[in-house]
């Protein structure tokens, strides 16, 4: 990105899932989002996640199929926003969620985004919607 100044952006990518980032303009020190931190994400998936999925692909290839079962069935059950996210790409072999199921996984990301007055602020809604999903 061209501007005026330059700031000192990172962001944080583990095994190509981004986590985490900093920047050190105003915008972000004032809502923790900004149009750098956008810039740099774009520029990287466009031009190295490809080549980090690359990699990770053939680190997968390697493990033994019963090894990599019981990793993931390990992830899955301690990280319930990845196993959400498991459940969301690999729906069509899950038996659906009954009423209450489903307004309780709901209800927990509204709770997670949601402030002291019952809102989502606007600051919040990409990673809401992106919950939501």
């Known amino acids: 990105m061209y501007g005026n ?11 190509g899932l981004f986590f985490d980032s900093t920047c050190n303009c105003s915008s972000y020190n004032k809502t923790k989002k900004c149009e750098h931190i956008a810039s740099l ?13 690359n990699s990770l692909a053939d680190v997968i290839n390697k493990i033994d199929i019963e090894e990599l079962k019981k990793g993931v069935v390990k992830i899955l059950i301690n990280d319930s ?5 498991f459940r969301v790409e690999f729906s069509k ?3 659906k969620l009954n009423k209450s199921e489903y307004y309780s996984k709901v209800y927990s990301i509204i709770s997670k985004f949601e402030n002291d007055d019952g809102y989502i602020e606007y ?6 919607n992106s919950d939501m999903q």
Do not use: T
């Open 81 to 85: 926003e990845i196993y959400d996210k």
């Open 5 to 15: 100044y330059k700031y000192h952006v990172n962001i944080k990518v583990d095994n």
């Open 93 to 95: 072999y899950f038996p």
């Open 123 to 128: 600051e919040n809604s990409i990673d809401f």
């Open 41 to 53: 994400l774009y520029y990287y998936n466009e031009n190295i996640a490809d080549l980090e999925r």
